[in-house]
Nanobody
Framework: QVQLEESGGGSVQAGGSLRLSCETT????????MGWFRQVPGKEREGVVA???????KYAESVKGRFIVSKDNAENTLRLQMNNLKPEDTGMYYC?????????????????????WGQGTQVTVSS
């Protein structure tokens, strides 16, 4: 069972910051490719950033320069620092993982084959 638990969402004004966390097990954290995705009602879940086990990243163009993904090895936690937030960043943010396939191709295009997801954390940015 792949356990992914997100936290850190909330409501902020445009220009503000939030830090999301995705806690998992050491086995998943050290071996799986991971990523952050977001979804708004009526739209498909899109990739925000992907990171592989070697630390190689891919960001969606819409968040480049504002979002930073990092791996907290001591806590087995994937983090997403979101700065200069915009109203269009509003959505439910999900952590995802796969053992064998990079999630880079899922940024930003949706990938229906991803099987392992967290429960999501809501981010709301007001103007």
């Amino acid at each position: 069972q792949v356990q992914l638990e997100e936290s850190g969402g909330g409501s902020v004004q445009a220009g503000g910051s939030l830090r999301l966390s995705c806690e998992t097990t050491e086995y998943i954290f050290s071996r799986y490719k991971m990523g952050w995705f977001r979804q708004v009602p009526g739209k498909e879940r899109e990739g925000v950033v992907a990171i592989d086990s070697g630390g190689r990243t891919k960001y969606a163009e819409s968040v480049k320069g504002r979002f930073i993904v990092s791996k907290d090895n001591a806590e087995n936690t994937l983090r997403l620092q979101m700065n200069n937030l915009k109203p269009e960043d509003t959505g439910m943010y999900y952590c995802a993982a796969d053992r064998f396939t990079t999630l880079h191709d899922c940024v930003p295009s949706p990938c229906s084959w991803i099987k392992h997801w967290g429960q999501g954390t809501q981010v709301t940015v007001s103007s």
